[in-house]
């Protein structure tokens, strides 16, 4: 009887601990966006898949860990080219702060590139986009095609394909990254010089999450897996020591 409780309550402890996990992972939402949220594209081919992260100074503190399975699908973002991946976003009250991804460590960032970073050009694409979108009115939908000249994102901040964000960061830069490759992740809250790297990202090709603060994210809530694995070698512990004295 005391081992079937006990078996009982491991259950229930484990279904409490597997809510409690999915609930810390970071909770995402398609693309409606407001000034602060940062918006992670995934784009290179037809399709390109959004994601609203929510609030930015949350994140760029706290990190997060996003399931992006239904983005990363045949139907979805795939393709022949390579699969990039970026956050934008800025304000509020805006142009700045401003902030993006990068394929680069802002250590590589000479002072020159640092003032030809334009916040207003930046801006105003952005704000565009995101009052299309807002327009549309569809907060359902994740993907959209390249070429719709009223909802992508390559119709407002990839134009010409060359990744600078409508031209707001210098050529040289990029302001994105591929699949699997580390996205560092920059903010500009006043003049050039405050340009700066605040934390880093990364989208994983096999486990298809997205991970801010950490570029292996195998484990999107390792605390949660650790009370999880100390609860149950406790209840085991238990289990055995209840068997033995219904032995005696």
């Known amino acids: 009887m005391r081992f079937s409780t006990l078996k009982r309550t491991a259950a229930v402890f484990a ?29 290179g081919n037809d399709n390109q898949g959004y994601l609203n992260l929510g609030n930015w100074n949350t994140l760029k503190a706290s990190g997060g860990s996003f399931d992006v399975s239904s983005i990363l699908n045949t139907a979805g973002v795939s393709g022949a080219n390579t699969i990039q991946y970026t956050i934008v976003g800025n304000g509020p009250p805006g ?68 990744n600078t964000l409508a031209g707001s960061i210098p050529s040289p830069r990029r302001g994105s990254t591929d699949i699997d490759q580390i996205l560092h992740l920059l903010e500009r809250t006043g003049a050039a010089a405050t340009l700066a790297e605040v934390n880093t990202a990364f989208l994983n090709s096999t ?6 603060g950490g570029a292996a994210p195998v ?17 085991v512990g238990l289990a055995r020591r209840s068997m033995g004295l219904s032995r005696v």
């Open 15 to 43: 279904v409490t601990v597997t809510l409690a996990f999915a609930g810390l992972i970071g909770q995402a939402h398609a693309l409606l966006f407001s000034p602060g949220d940062a918006v992670l594209v995934i784009y």
């Open 219 to 235: 484990v999107p809530v390792p605390a949660a897996a650790v009370l999880f694995a100390t609860g149950m070698i406790g209840l």
């Open 95 to 162: 142009p700045l702060p401003m902030f993006f991804g990068n394929d680069v460590d802002i250590s590589s960032w000479t002072t020159a590139q640092k003032n030809a970073v334009f916040p207003n050009t930046y801006n105003t694409p952005l704000v565009n986009w995101r009052g299309q979108l807002t327009t549309a009115n569809d907060a359902s939908r994740q993907i959209y095609a390249a070429a719709d000249p009223f909802l992508s994102f390559d119709q407002y901040l990839n134009t010409l394909h060359d």
């Open 207 to 212: 486990t298809k999450f997205f991970t801010i």
